[in-house]
């Protein structure tokens, strides 16, 4: 067994306060609250990854390469969504969009954008509350990720790429060229973990990653912290060891 999805990863200003919204946004159970460093919430079932909130006081200097787009079941849902975000702390926000697009752009209180999209995508069916993680990224980042998580290609046109997990659940989308410029390191990234207990060796895994595409960086090199690489794109991850 190779390295899985563990978490999507917030860089953020103040953790439980944004843990908090995304609890009562996505109505995640609130699994980890401290006064400071670190906070998370958890899927429902356990088929989902975390979102994880860690500490940093670097400001948001640009539009974030990846983004929630949030499903609606139903025709009123959306409307619900988007009010529930407004009283959680959330605000409209204009990237672009167009009135006939029909998804409304919001952000949450740390400025990360966020997407509701109305009832009916029939791509984003069957993937629960969050439909997706949208990426800015090339065609050989979404391979590179496909291969990674082994995860199977679900669209791959025009250089547009998603993958889903074989059981199910959030899609990860990248939209292909053009792709903005990278300036400094990007507030949400993908946290993987070798599973305990695995058979998998944890420098086999990184090989593996590197051999993929990955690059290794100096950043948690010692055993205590999770190893820092970059993906072909230049996105941050990291890999927790298993224990």
């Keep these: 067994m190779t390295s899985h999805l563990s978490a999507i990863c917030f860089n953020a200003t103040h953790p439980s306060d944004l843990a908090r919204f995304w609890s009562g946004l996505l109505r995640w159970e609130l699994a980890d609250a401290k006064d400071g460093g670190s906070a998370a ?7 989902g990854f975390r979102i994880r909130f860690l500490e940093s006081q670097d400001p ?7 983004h929630f787009d949030l499903t609606s079941a139903a025709p009123e849902d959306q409307g619900k969504t988007v009010s529930r975000a407004l009283e959680l702390g959330g605000k409209h926000i204009d990237v672009g969009q167009l009135p006939e697009e029909g998804h409304v752009v919001l952000a949450d209180p740390d400025g990360n954008e966020f997407c509701v999209i109305p009832a009916g995508n029939n791509f984003l069916a069957d993937t629960g509350v969050i439909g997706a993680l949208a990426c800015d990224g090339t065609q050989a980042v979404g391979y590179f990720w496909s291969e990674t998580l082994g995860w199977p290609l679900v669209w791959d046109q025009d250089e547009e790429t998603a993958i889903q997990s074989p059981q199910g659940g959030t899609k990860l989308t990248w939209g292909g060229p053009p792709v903005a410029p990278k300036s400094g390191p990007n507030r949400l990234y993908f946290e993987l973990a070798v599973p305990a207990g695995s058979d998998t060796d944890w420098t086999t895994e990184i090989a593996r990653l590197t051999s993929l595409g990955a690059t290794r960086t100096a950043a948690g090199a010692d055993d205590s912290s999770p190893l820092l690489m970059l993906d072909p794109d230049g996105n941050e991850f990291t890999v927790t060891r298993p224990r």
């Design 41 to 47: 919430i958890q899927p429902p079932d356990s088929s």
């Design 60 to 66: 948001k200097t640009r539009q974030n390469q990846a």
